[in-house]
């Protein structure tokens, strides 16, 4: 194969050549075959794209099933007595429930918050009783954030005192329609006997059978005058942010104020199964990553090892006439960094490509999966959201991976001498 000149010639009159004239070479090298260069970059550019696109798309998921939970029952973060979470009793409320909720309203990123007070009670219809949460609830704040308003299936939500919206199935199962009455019973923060009768004006289908058939919600005036709570107490303060990653900073700015007599729980901690589920689904998405990885850097192995055996002759060239093996394996890794570079840069610009209208219109799911969906209350749609942290990740793993397939074939210079390489052999 014929020598490159240009090369030569820099190396006979710069035998001890700097890094400036090993980079202008090494750019200069990558285009004597231009067609290899494009497809091993190629190559990289759609592993980048493949990597980031599919992790957005996996992020953009994660994000709706958070907060889609978030907005049915939990919030994106919650006050709370600080041991409520591990035993939830009657007894763990937090006080000063209206001067809280001015302190996290006034917040720029928190969209909106209600107070909630809950207990486990019988609930009762004739002779039917079944066991159910009770949940006194702020009806107007709560219509403002939560989807369970939204998903009564008969009746109508909480408007006054003396009402209650309860589960579809428990309803079923006490037997109860709209119009109905039912008796709750209870135990009181004090120890006593918590009792309320209450109309049912709504039944709630959720689509999902244990919320229906355990959630009774009455106004949190009625619960507060049943459970002997004091007009200013509540378990719980929802908090529903305007986005799920920013929520992490609201939790943060509310638990660096927090008091003695409460603390700021995030998503993290109120949905511990999902995100188990994320986390599961992540170690699967980084044995991707590894694969993909590996993939391309034996494609780059090869093309590599046919450049070391296409260039022997220049290589002995080149130490003939004074450039050592070293200078010549940092040359082919300076090769190697360029064309990660291009495909890196490339596959980046295509996700962003395919991300940013994706983000906007979102990408329609086949019907099938929209009816199930649906019954979740989940969109018809999936939104990506462009992951940097992808885009970071694949960029540097291209990189590695391009640096260690030079290295490689690159370890034959070492072995190489001038007059057998001159001649094509060792």
Do not use: C
């Amino acid at each position: 194969m014929a020598v490159d000149a240009i090369a030569v010639e820099t190396a006979a009159s710069q035998p001890d050549r700097s890094s400036g004239s090993l980079t202008l070479i090494a750019w200069r090298n990558l285009w004597r075959n231009r067609r290899r260069t494009w497809l091993t970059s190629g190559g990289i550019a759609f592993a980048v794209w493949l990597l980031i696109f599919s992790i957005s798309m996996q992020d953009g998921s994660f994000e709706v099933m958070v907060d889609n939970g978030a907005r049915l029952m939990l919030g994106h973060a919650q006050i709370q007595h600080p041991a409520y979470q591990d035993d939830p009793r009657m007894e763990y409320t937090i006080d000063e429930v209206a001067k809280l909720l001015t302190m996290i309203t006034s917040h720029p990123d928190v969209l909106a918050a209600s107070p909630r007070a809950q207990s486990f009670a019988l609930v009762s219809r004739g002779e039917r009783s079944f066991g159910a949460q009770i949940m006194g609830v702020d009806a107007y704040e709560e219509a403002r954030w939560s989807s369970l308003p939204t998903m009564i299936g008969a009746g109508r939500y909480l408007e006054g005192s003396g009402e209650a919206v309860l589960g579809s199935v428990l309803a079923r199962n006490l037997g109860a329609s709209v119009g109905d009455e039912v008796v709750l019973l209870g135990t009181a923060k004090e120890g006593g006997v918590a009792a309320i009768v209450a109309d049912v004006v709504g039944l709630i289908e959720s689509g999902q059978t244990a919320l229906d058939r355990a959630v009774l919600m009455i106004p949190i005036d009625d619960f507060r005058a049943a459970w002997n709570m004091g007009s200013d107490e509540a378990h719980l303060i929802v908090v529903l942010t305007d986005s799920v990653m920013g929520s992490s900073e609201v939790v943060a700015e509310l638990a660096a104020n927090d008091e003695d007599g409460w603390r700021a729980l995030g998503w993290r901690e109120l949905m511990p199964e999902l995100v188990q589920t994320i986390d599961i689904k992540q170690v699967s998405t980084a044995l991707f990553f590894g694969l993909i990885a590996i993939i391309v850097t034996f494609s780059i192995v090869n093309t590599f090892m046919m450049t070391v055996f296409e260039r022997t002759p220049e290589f002995g060239m080149l130490m003939a006439i004074g450039m050592k093996p070293g200078s010549i394996m940092l040359q082919l890794s300076m090769e190697a960094l360029f064309l990660a570079l291009l495909g890196v840069a490339a596959g980046v610009f295509l996700a962003l490509l395919f991300l940013i209208p994706l983000a906007q219109v979102g990408m329609p799911l086949p019907a099938a999966a929209t009816e199930v969906l649906a019954q979740y209350n989940m969109p018809d749609r999936m939104y990506p959201s462009f992951s940097v942290t992808a885009a970071v990740i694949s960029g540097a793993i291209m990189v590695i991976g391009t640096q260690i397939a030079a290295f490689i074939p690159a370890l034959r210079i070492r072995r190489l001498r001038p007059v057998e390489a001159l001649r094509g052999a060792e």
